[in-house]
C-alpha cells in the first residue's frame, strides 16, 4: 500500500532495486580490481562477527590418513619425465639432482610409479581441522613476495624439502645456481628461488588474475622467495666444543667431542643477520638427524676418553642436544625480538621448528603407506629415537609460556612416519619430491603462517 500511494508499481520498483544493486556491485569490483583494494580485501570485513578462518592446528593436521588420488590414468611408467605427470607437477625450477630427488633415477624401481604418488594427506574436522584451504601456488608467490620469503635451515632432508618447493611453485619461480652445466655441487651452497620475470602474474591484469604488484625494496633478481642453507647442527662445531665445555669443564686430556665424520652448518652470528636483513618473514628448521654417536664420538662406542659425569651413547648425545637446542631458542627470540624493536615493529618474523623425520628400515619392500607407525626393528643411526630428540626441542618451546613467542613448534612429522614407500631410490632416509610428504609440509607452513600465527599482510614492507 505504501508503494501504491508513492505512485510506485511493485515490480517495476524491483527492477530498478536490482539493477541499482548490479551496478554497484560491478562499481565495488571495478574499484577493488584497479585501485589494488582487492589484495587488502578480508572476508572478516563483509561476513560478522561470527566468521572464522580455517583452523588446523599441527596436532590436528598430524591426526590424518592418506587416502588414495590418482593424478595420472597411465598404469606404468616408461619413461623418467612421467614423474613429474604423477607428482602433478608442471615441472621443477631447481636443477639439484633432478632425477635422484624424483626418484626415477633407477629403472629397476619404475614399478613404484604412479603408485607412490598416488596418494593425498586428508584431514576433516574430526581429526581438528577445518577449512584448510587447498595449496595454490599463485596465492602462495604473492604471499612470499608480499609478506616475504622463506628460509630454509636443515640437512639433506630439508633441501629436499627445498626441491620440491621449486616444483610446487613452478613456473612462477627460477632456481640458482643452475647444477646441469656442471654436476659438481658444493653442499654449503645457497640455493635460491627467485620470483620469473616471465610469470604470468607479473602481466596485466585479467578477469582470472590480478597483476602481482612488486612491494617497496623487492628486486626480482635479488629477493629470494626461498633460500635454503645446509645447516645439519644449527650451530657450528666449534660453538658446539664451546658450549659442551662450559657444560663439562675442564675435560680429559685428548678428549675430542666430534669424529672426523663430514657435517656441515653455519653459526647463528652469520645466518640470524641473512634472515633479517634479506627480505625474509619466515625462518623453518628442523635437526636431530646429524646427531649420532658416529658424529659426536665422544659418546660412541669407540671413543678412547670418556666423560665421566655424562651419560654414554645416545643418552649423552639427547642430554646436549637438550642444552644446544635451549641455547639456539634462547639466541633466536632475542635476535627476533631486537630486529622488531629496532624496525618499531613493522615486520613480524616468524621461525618454525619442523619435528625431524627419521627413515624407514627395508623401505623399498613396501607399495603402499601405513595405517599405523611401526617400531623400528634394528634402529639403524639414532632412528629409533628421533621422537625423543623432537620432544626435547617441543618441550623446550613450549614449556615455559610466553618465552619464545616468535619461535613455533610443528609435530607434523606422522604423514612422513607412515609412508615408507615415499623413498628415494638410494636410501631410506631421503623422501622423494611428488609422494606428497614434502609437499604437505609446504602446504601447511603455508596455511600456519597465514591462518594460525594470524600474519597481517600489511606490515611487510
Same mark, same amino acid.
Given at each position: 500500500?505504501?508503494?501504491?500511494?508513492?505512485?510506485?508499481?511493485?515490480?517495476?520498483?524491483?527492477?530498478?532495486?536490482?539493477?541499482?544493486?548490479?551496478?554497484?556491485?560491478?562499481?565495488?569490483?571495478?574499484?577493488?580490481?584497479?585501485?589494488?583494494?582487492?589484495?587488502?580485501?578480508?572476508?572478516?570485513?563483509?561476513?560478522?562477527?561470527?566468521?572464522?578462518?580455517?583452523?588446523?592446528?599441527?596436532?590436528?593436521?598430524?591426526?590424518?590418513?592418506?587416502?588414495?588420488?590418482?593424478?595420472?590414468?597411465?598404469?606404468?611408467?616408461?619413461?623418467?619425465?612421467?614423474?613429474?605427470?604423477?607428482?602433478?607437477?608442471?615441472?621443477?625450477?631447481?636443477?639439484?639432482?633432478?632425477?635422484?630427488?624424483?626418484?626415477?633415477?633407477?629403472?629397476?624401481?619404475?614399478?613404484?610409479?604412479?603408485?607412490?604418488?598416488?596418494?593425498?594427506?586428508?584431514?576433516?574436522?574430526?581429526?581438528?581441522?577445518?577449512?584448510?584451504?587447498?595449496?595454490?601456488?599463485?596465492?602462495?608467490?604473492?604471499?612470499?613476495?608480499?609478506?616475504?620469503?622463506?628460509?630454509?635451515?636443515?640437512?639433506?632432508?630439508?633441501?629436499?624439502?627445498?626441491?620440491?618447493? $621449486?616444483? !610446487?611453485?613452478?613456473?612462477?619461480?627460477?632456481?640458482?645456481? #643452475?647444477?646441469?652445466?656442471?654436476? *659438481?655441487? &658444493? /653442499? +654449503?651452497?645457497?640455493?635460491?628461488?627467485?620470483?620469473?620475470?616471465?610469470?604470468?602474474?607479473?602481466?596485466?591484469?585479467?578477469?582470472?588474475?590480478?597483476?602481482?604488484?612488486?612491494?617497496?625494496?623487492?628486486?626480482?633478481?635479488?629477493?629470494?622467495?626461498?633460500?635454503?642453507?645446509?645447516?645439519?647442527?644449527?650451530?657450528?662445531?666449534?660453538?658446539?666444543?664451546?658450549?659442551?665445555?662450559?657444560?663439562?669443564?675442564?675435560?680429559?686430556?685428548?678428549?675430542?667431542?666430534?669424529?672426523?665424520?663430514?657435517?656441515?652448518?653455519?653459526?647463528?652470528?652469520?645466518?640470524?643477520?641473512?634472515?633479517?636483513?634479506?627480505?625474509? $618473514?619466515? !625462518?623453518?628448521?628442523?635437526?636431530?638427524?646429524?646427531?649420532? #654417536?658416529?658424529?659426536?664420538?665422544? *659418546?660412541? &662406542? /669407540? +671413543?678412547?676418553?670418556?666423560?665421566?659425569?655424562?651419560?654414554?651413547?645416545?643418552?649423552?648425545?639427547?642430554?646436549?642436544?637438550?642444552?644446544?637446542?635451549?641455547?639456539?631458542?634462547?639466541?633466536?627470540?632475542?635476535?627476533?625480538?631486537?630486529?622488531?624493536?629496532?624496525?618499531?615493529?613493522?615486520?613480524?618474523?616468524?621461525?618454525?621448528?619442523?619435528?625431524?623425520?627419521?627413515?624407514?628400515?627395508?623401505?623399498?619392500?613396501?607399495?603402499?603407506?601405513?595405517?599405523?607407525?611401526?617400531?623400528?626393528?634394528?634402529?639403524?643411526?639414532?632412528?629409533?629415537?628421533?621422537?625423543?630428540?623432537?620432544?626435547?626441542?617441543?618441550?623446550?618451546?613450549?614449556?615455559?609460556?610466553?618465552?619464545?613467542?616468535?619461535?613455533?613448534?610443528?609435530?607434523?612429522?606422522?604423514?612422513? /612416519?607412515?609412508?615408507?614407500?615415499?623413498?628415494?631410490?638410494?636410501?631410506?632416509?631421503?623422501?622423494?619430491?611428488?609422494?606428497?610428504?614434502?609437499?604437505?609440509?609446504?602446504?601447511?607452513?603455508?596455511?600456519?603462517?597465514?591462518?594460525?600465527?594470524?600474519?597481517?599482510?600489511?606490515?611487510?614492507?
Amino acid at each position: 500500500m505504501v508503494l501504491s500511494i508513492a505512485g510506485m508499481h511493485p515490480r517495476s520498483l524491483s527492477v530498478k532495486i536490482l539493477f541499482l544493486g548490479t551496478a554497484l556491485t560491478f562499481l565495488l569490483f571495478l574499484y577493488l580490481y584497479t585501485t589494488g583494494g582487492w589484495s587488502s580485501f578480508s572476508p572478516e570485513s563483509f561476513a560478522g562477527p561470527n566468521w572464522a578462518p580455517g583452523t588446523c592446528s599441527p596436532k590436528g593436521y598430524a591426526n590424518g590418513r592418506w587416502r588414495p588420488h590418482n593424478r595420472s590414468n597411465a598404469q606404468r611408467m616408461i619413461h623418467k619425465n612421467q614423474s613429474l605427470v604423477f607428482s602433478g607437477f608442471e615441472g621443477c625450477a631447481s636443477s639439484r639432482e633432478f632425477d635422484w630427488h624424483l626418484a626415477s633415477d633407477n629403472e629397476g624401481q619404475w614399478d613404484r610409479f604412479p603408485g607412490a604418488q598416488s596418494w593425498l594427506w586428508e584431514v576433516g574436522k574430526a581429526d581438528g581441522c577445518e577449512n584448510m584451504e587447498d595449496f595454490n601456488k599463485e596465492k602462495v608467490v604473492r604471499d612470499l613476495v608480499e609478506q616475504g620469503g622463506w628460509m630454509l635451515l636443515g640437512d639433506s632432508i630439508t633441501e629436499g624439502h627445498f626441491f620440491s618447493l $621449486s616444483c !610446487m611453485l613452478y613456473p612462477h619461480v627460477i632456481a640458482t645456481p #643452475t647444477y646441469t652445466p656442471n654436476s *659438481y655441487f &658444493d /653442499r +654449503a651452497w645457497p640455493q635460491n628461488l627467485y620470483l620469473n620475470p616471465n610469470s604470468y602474474l607479473l602481466r596485466p591484469s585479467t578477469p582470472v588474475h590480478k597483476r602481482l604488484t612488486l612491494p617497496p625494496g623487492f628486486n626480482i633478481s635479488t629477493t629470494a622467495l626461498a633460500t635454503f642453507r645446509r645447516i645439519d647442527l644449527l650451530f657450528t662445531q666449534e660453538e658446539l666444543v664451546d658450549l659442551h665445555n662450559t657444560i663439562h669443564p675442564n675435560p680429559p686430556a685428548n678428549f675430542s667431542l666430534f669424529s672426523e665424520e663430514a657435517a656441515w652448518s653455519i653459526s647463528p652470528s652469520e645466518y640470524m643477520p641473512m634472515f633479517l636483513e634479506g627480505g625474509y $618473514s619466515t !625462518m623453518v628448521v628442523s635437526t636431530a638427524g646429524h646427531w649420532t #654417536t658416529t658424529l659426536f664420538g665422544a *659418546y660412541g &662406542d /669407540r +671413543a678412547t676418553v670418556k666423560l665421566e659425569k655424562a651419560r654414554q651413547g645416545l643418552d649423552g648425545v639427547i642430554d646436549f642436544f637438550a642444552h644446544a637446542m635451549k641455547k639456539w631458542a634462547d639466541g633466536v627470540q632475542r635476535a627476533l625480538q631486537d630486529a622488531d624493536k629496532a624496525e618499531g615493529g613493522k615486520r613480524r618474523r616468524q621461525v618454525l621448528v619442523r619435528a625431524y623425520l627419521p627413515g624407514h628400515e627395508d623401505c623399498h619392500k613396501t607399495r603402499t603407506p601405513w595405517n599405523e607407525i611401526q617400531p623400528f626393528v634394528w634402529s639403524w643411526y639414532n632412528w629409533g629415537r628421533i621422537w625423543e630428540f623432537n620432544d626435547v626441542f617441543e618441550k623446550i618451546l613450549t614449556g615455559s609460556a610466553g618465552r619464545y613467542p616468535n619461535i613455533h613448534y610443528l609435530a607434523i612429522d606422522r604423514p612422513g /612416519r607412515l609412508r615408507p614407500d615415499a623413498h628415494a631410490t638410494g636410501d631410506c632416509l631421503h623422501i622423494m619430491a611428488g609422494a606428497g610428504v614434502l609437499e604437505g609440509w609446504s602446504h601447511y607452513i603455508w596455511h600456519y603462517l597465514t591462518k594460525e600465527v594470524g600474519r597481517s599482510r600489511q606490515t611487510v614492507a
